[in-house]
Each structure stands twice: as structure tokens, then as C-alpha cells.
């Protein structure tokens, strides 16, 4: 595992205190990491490398090669690499802001111009992805995180271990989450970076409105409603959501990828653009918004508590140093 990033031969005690866990997945945690020297804080992805499949070995190689050919600045940034013979520490860009849907909620005026604003950088980061033929392929809202609490916070896109290169071959694996994930990709014929574009369709119509265009607590009843594309604009929550909104999202959730807006289109779509996106405050969304990620918030902790169990049982919870 090969990159100009890694220290090689250093300790990461050397550089960084570890401090607080700030999450836990089936073979990983991310502490704080402060870095000695100077004081800054720093997120520390630590992966156990003996809990690792021949595969998430090479998702990692891949991840890490990706992140080191990224720069734009509404990508978290992945600074350092140790290792040592137990683990490996990625040491990432501290994101203390929060996520989307959790900054949307706590503001007192929202509005469609706002959300623009807001959605507008994530889209143009996708674009530059799809420039160097990389893409996400588990864009969500838990994925976009702001720098910090500060209003002026930037919005970045977070957690490139589903990310890959592409080509002109289409890609046949299996991957995303299930809300977002884009239709072709459940039909299995192949797919290309446009699975992207489907998730910030979805991402934006939740904003809009605080719910999602396709719902069901049956996973297979859900990707059956995704295969067929079929939403709609419901009463009364949509009624203040104007058309040139709706206009967009219907471009985007085109089930033909070959027909749906790419990211670079989405940007000239005058919604984005923004000077007639309207500035009308949004009560029900935020009201909507702020019940829906109460729920996904619930229903994402008691996976991660799930793995962690099914982790410690099997092996043993995952100790860094």
C-alpha cells in the first residue's frame, strides 16, 4: 500500500495525541487526534488490517489512492498515513460542523435559494470527481459534513471508501445505500458515474421538502419503487415548492441514465444558477427535516451497535493504541 502520504518507519504517538472516539465501524474507529506540535485537531481513521478481507484491503488502496489525487475544497482532506504491523491511521481533516441535514434544521429562515447555495459546491465537487473519472458511489447526506460550527462553515463530501475509478466500461458492482442508491445499479446492467447525479437528486428533493421521494421500511419494496421512478409532489408540503425546483429534480430522477442531467448539466440548471430560485422561508421542510433525521439517526445507530457487537464478540473490540 503505496502513497507520498505515508510516514514511513514513524510512530503516530510521535506526531498526535488520540483523544475521543468520535465513531466505530465493523473494522475501524476515528479518534480526535491532536496534533502535538501544534495543537490542531485532526480526525484519525484507525483500521484494524487483520480484520480485513483481500477486498477491503484493495477498497482501501483504493480509497487512499483517490483521496491522494483529490484536491478541491469541498473534499475532506486526507493529510498523513501510519502504519504499523496491527493498524493503519489515516489522519483526515477534523469536520466538527456536522452534517447537512443537521445544519439545515437549527436555521431559522430556510429557504429554496438556501438550499441551492448550499447543494451548489457539493455538485460542482462531483463534477471535478467525474473529471479524473472517479466516482463516490454512496453519496448521502451522513457523507456531506461541515468544517466547523462557524456559519460561514464549508460543506464537504466525506467517506470515498465505495469511490473508484472508471472508464468507458461500465461498473457491475453492487453498492450504496438504499435510499440513494440509483436504479441501474439495482438492475444490474452496468453503470457509469451518473449513479452520483440520481443521489443528488434525492439528496435535494429531501431538502426541499424533509422527506424522500421513495420510502419503505421493506428494502425490496424500495428498490422496486426506485427501478420504476415513479414519485410524485405531494400535497400539501410541496405546494410552496416551486416549479423550476421540481423542474430540476424531475431531469435528475430520470431512471435512463442516458437522459438524466449529469453534474455538470445540473449546474447550469437555473435553480442552481439561483437568481430566480425564490427566498420564501420553508417552515414545513425544516419541521419535516428535523423528524426524518431523528429517524435515520436512530436507525444508523442501531447498525453501527449491531457491527460493534458482532465485532467484539467475534474478535475482540478493536483497541488502538
Given at each position: ?38 495543537g ?17 484491503t484493495?477498497a ?13 475544497p ?7 498515513i501510519f ?9 483526515m ?13 437549527e436555521?431559522?429562515?430556510y ?6 447555495d448550499?447543494?451548489r ?9 467525474h473529471?479524473?473519472?472517479i ?9 456531506l ?19 473508484r ?50 420510502y ?35 431531469r ?13 448539466e ?28 431523528i429517524?435515520?439517526?436512530v ?23
Amino acid at each position: 500500500m503505496e502513497s507520498n502520504l505515508f510516514r514511513k518507519g514513524e510512530t503516530v504517538e510521535k506526531y498526535y495525541k488520540l483523544t475521543d472516539t468520535l465513531g466505530e465501524g465493523s473494522f475501524s474507529v476515528v479518534m480526535k487526534a491532536i496534533k502535538k506540535k501544534t495543537g490542531q485537531e485532526f480526525a484519525a481513521k484507525i483500521i484494524d488490517r487483520s480484520k480485513l478481507t483481500s477486498e477491503e484491503t484493495m477498497a482501501l488502496k483504493n480509497e487512499i489512492e483517490i483521496l491522494c489525487q483529490i484536491d478541491h475544497p469541498n473534499v475532506v482532506k486526507l493529510f498523513e498515513i501510519f502504519e504499523d504491523k496491527d493498524l493503519i491511521y489515516l489522519i483526515m481533516e477534523y469536520m466538527s460542523g456536522g452534517e447537512l441535514f443537521d445544519r439545515i434544521v437549527e436555521r431559522e429562515h430556510y429557504s429554496e435559494k438556501e438550499a441551492s447555495d448550499t447543494i451548489r459546491p457539493v455538485i460542482d465537487c462531483i463534477k471535478y470527481c467525474h473529471s479524473l473519472g472517479i466516482v463516490h458511489r454512496d453519496l448521502k447526506p451522513e457523507n456531506l459534513l461541515y468544517t466547523s460550527k462557524n456559519a460561514d462553515s464549508i460543506l464537504k463530501i466525506s467517506d470515498f471508501g465505495l469511490a473508484r475509478f472508471f472508464d468507458s466500461t461500465l461498473m457491475k458492482t453492487s453498492c450504496g445505500t438504499p435510499g440513494y442508491v440509483a436504479p441501474e445499479i439495482l438492475i444490474g446492467t452496468g453503470y457509469s458515474s451518473s449513479v452520483d447525479c440520481w443521489s443528488l437528486g434525492i439528496i435535494i428533493y429531501i431538502m426541499l421538502c424533509g422527506s424522500p421521494p421513495f420510502y419503505s421500511e421493506n428494502n425490496d419494496d424500495l428498490y422496486e419503487q426506485i427501478k420504476k421512478g415513479k414519485f410524485d409532489f405531494p400535497s400539501p408540503i410541496w405546494d410552496d415548492i416551486s416549479d423550476l425546483a421540481k423542474d430540476l429534480i424531475k431531469r435528475i430522477l430520470v431512471v435512463n441514465p442516458d437522459k438524466r442531467l449529469k453534474a455538470d448539466e445540473i449546474l447550469l440548471h437555473p435553480w442552481i444558477l439561483g437568481d430566480k430560485t425564490p427566498r420564501i422561508t420553508l417552515p414545513k421542510a425544516t419541521a419535516n427535516l428535523k423528524v426524518f433525521n431523528i429517524k435515520r439517526k436512530v436507525k444508523r445507530a442501531a447498525i453501527v451497535l449491531i457491527a460493534a457487537k458482532k465485532l467484539e464478540l467475534a474478535t475482540g473490540k478493536l483497541n488502538p493504541k
